[in-house]
């Protein structure tokens, strides 16, 4: 008698939206490129992308340059913003670069027209290239000063029609107040977009939290450190803290 084959897994999830912070790219550090830490985060990304998971990827620039921060020595805030774009088209070549040599097909699309080495943002391309099971990462924010890469994650899923923003931080949830400085910290497993309001979270910036909630799309904070993460928030389990409508 032939033994049958256990059924494959079926994700909960069909398109995502996975939110980098450039930091993530520095690795313990937060700042620079580290190659080891870009690796790691391709191989998550790989495994789900082989559950036939459709993936885009927003990447800040926070490793190399944030336009608030040079604003405040000095650089005018348009020209810091802009400035703050073009790192994080420096870190999605490198986790391009990362995903292809792990035979992963990936397409950068830049809000910010730079033909040599990427694509300009076009919403009907995007999805083309997600339906032929590409990963696409979108770099350069919304391409519009004084708006952050929370702000282009939240733009971009709503037009790529993605289930879920998936918040990607080095803690397990969202939390009353900073785990790292208070041990009776309590972390909320599941929130409404009022009650983070309410309680002060810092989920998103403000305008990113108000395009996710006038538009009912959950965004799930996770500790994307810990190894297969991504791929247990992409198969349903309870990760991190969930935040709805």
């Known amino acids: 008698m032939t033994k049958k084959a256990s059924p494959k897994p079926v ?9 980098l912070s450039g930091e993530a790219l520095g690795g313990e550090a937060g ?36 336009g608030l921060a040079g604003s405040e020595r000095g650089i005018e805030r348009a020209t810091g913003d802009y400035m703050g774009m073009l790192a994080t088209v420096i870190n999605a070549l490198a986790l391009q670069d990362a995903l292809e040599k792990q035979n992963v097909h990936t ?8 033909t040599q080495i990427a ?14 099971g590409r990963v696409v990462i979108f770099a350069a924010g919304t391409g519009n000063p004084f708006f952050s890469t929370d702000t282009a994650a939240a733009l971009r899923a ?3 029609n ?10 397990d949830g969202i939390y009353d107040k900073d785990p790292k400085k208070f041990k009776d910290a309590k ?7 009022g009650e983070a309001l ?4 810092k989920v998103m910036d403000a305008a990113a939290f108000a395009l996710c909630q006038d538009n009912k799309m959950s965004i799930i904070v996770f500790d994307f450190f810990k190894a297969h993460n991504l791929m247990r928030v992409v198969m349903g389990e309870t990760i991190g803290t969930v935040v709805t409508g």
């Open 31 to 66: 700042f620079g490129i580290n190659p080891e830490a870009v690796h790691d985060m391709a191989r998550q990304v790989k495994e789900v992308q082989e559950l036939a998971v459709e993936v885009v990827i927003v990447v800040g620039g926070g490793n190399i340059f944030r």
């Open 158 to 160: 709503n037009e790529i």
């Open 11 to 19: 994700p909960k999830y069909r398109r995502i939206l996975l939110k």
């Open 162 to 171: 993605a289930e879920v923003v998936l918040k990607a931080t080095k803690v």
């Open 119 to 132: 694509e300009p943002f076009i919403r009907r391309r995007a999805v083309r290239h997600l339906e032929k």
């Open 107 to 114: 397409r950068v699309l830049s809000a910010i027209t730079m």
């Open 198 to 201: 309410q309680k002060q979270l």
């Open 187 to 193: 972390r909320y497993t599941q929130l409404t977009y």
